[in-house]
């Protein structure tokens, strides 16, 4: 079964920057697509970046120009750089394979944006 571990998570004041990270161990990574997820306090996780295997992003309307997400295979991980953050961004993040199949969520990493 496949675990996935995020960090990069933090305080920072609107308009700064976090790079997150998510690595997979005990299984394949290579030939999935991922998403990282965002979870804002009290409401429900929602997807707001995709990486297929053949590198081709995706992004919804409320992080587009401001976040982009990458992988490296060869160390298991996917990334998530955050630029321009605002308030509206603090909530916990978690990283997944998209479609059926879905792992185990990890524990997430929280991401707090002050006005």
């Known amino acids: 079964q496949v675990q996935l571990v995020e960090s990069g998570g933090g305080w920072v004041q609107a308009g700064g920057s976090l790079r997150l990270s998510c690595t997979a161990s005990?299984?394949?990574?290579?030939?999935?697509?991922m998403g990282w997820y965002h979870q804002a306090p009290d409401k429900q996780r929602e997807l707001v970046a995709t990486i297929t295997s053949g590198l081709r992003t995706n992004y919804t309307a409320s992080v587009k120009g401001r976040f982009t997400i990458s992988r490296e295979n060869a160390k298991k991980t996917v990334y998530l750089q955050m630029n321009s953050l605002i308030p509206a961004d603090t909530g916990v993040y978690y990283c997944?394979?998209?479609?059926?199949?879905?792992?185990?969520w990890g524990q997430g990493t929280q991401v707090t944006v002050s006005s």
């Open positions: 005990g299984g394949s990574f290579t030939l999935y697509n």
């Open positions: 997944n394979r998209l479609g059926s199949g879905r792992w185990a």
